[in-house]
T-cell receptor, first 113, second 112 residues
């Protein structure tokens, strides 16, 4: 099974850049890496997805090295509202043959004033 | 623009009772799935569907049934509730495999 490993928790301060690294040593050749954000009492929300190198959108950047065995989510200039749990996902092939995103335990990011 | 709608938001059941958690999406997505989230465990996949009439088991399917008679709806049935099924349940949908998934707001279920 494809699995991910992330730090359980991280602390930061407003205005700093936060980098969360995820390890996925068994990622499949055709698999993408996807990150979600979850606030308390809400469902996860898509942040960014990539296959290799670097992807950037309006909220984050995703860095993926050539071997694709890890990835780093970068949040520029975090604010208090970025306090949330961040999940790194890679896929898995279920018994029926379909691709299924597999969540790990996530990283709890706390941003301090 | 409703997205993914789950009902109810909260539910308390007695052990042995049955119930259905409802999930509906209005984005014409083929892929739908159910997850449960327990403290410190992240989200674990219960069942999923790749289209109307097609369902399959995820990581933790025991005690749950699903069916997919329409593209829009994907109900999750608890046949005989147990305290171990106390959890927060999330439904999700996506257009294709490996694309952005949209999640509902969750159903918080307590089995006493």
């Amino acid at each position: 099974l494809a699995k991910t490993t992330q730090p359980i928790s991280m602390d930061s301060y407003e205005g700093q850049e936060v980098n969360i690294t995820c390890s996925h040593n068994n990622i499949a050749t055709n698999d993408y890496i996807t990150w979600y954000q979850q606030f308390p009492s809400q469902g996860p929300r898509f942040i960014i997805q990539g296959y290799k190198t670097k992807v950037t959108n309006e909220v984050a950047s995703l860095f993926i090295p050539a071997d694709r065995k890890s990835s780093t989510l970068s949040l520029p200039r975090v604010s208090l509202s970025d306090t949330a749990v961040y999940y790194c996902l890679v896929g898995d092939v279920a018994s029926g043959g379909s691709y299924i995103p597999t969540f790990g335990r996530g990283t709890s990011l706390i941003v301090h004033p | 623009n409703a997205g993914v709608t789950q009902t109810p938001k909260f539910q308390v059941l007695k052990t042995g009772q049955s119930m259905t958690l409802q999930c509906a999406q209005d984005m014409n997505h083929e892929y739908m799935s159910w997850y449960r989230q327990d403290p410190g465990m992240g989200l674990r996949l219960i069942h999923y569907s790749v289209g109307a009439g097609i369902t399959d088991q995820g990581e933790v399917p025991n005690g749950y049934n699903v069916s997919r008679s329409t593209t829009e709806d994907f109900p999750l049935r608890l046949l005989s509730a147990a305290p171990s099924q106390t959890s927060v349940y999330f439904c999700a949908s996506s257009d294709q495999e490996n694309t952005e998934a949209f999640f509902g707001q969750g159903t918080r279920l307590t089995v006493v």
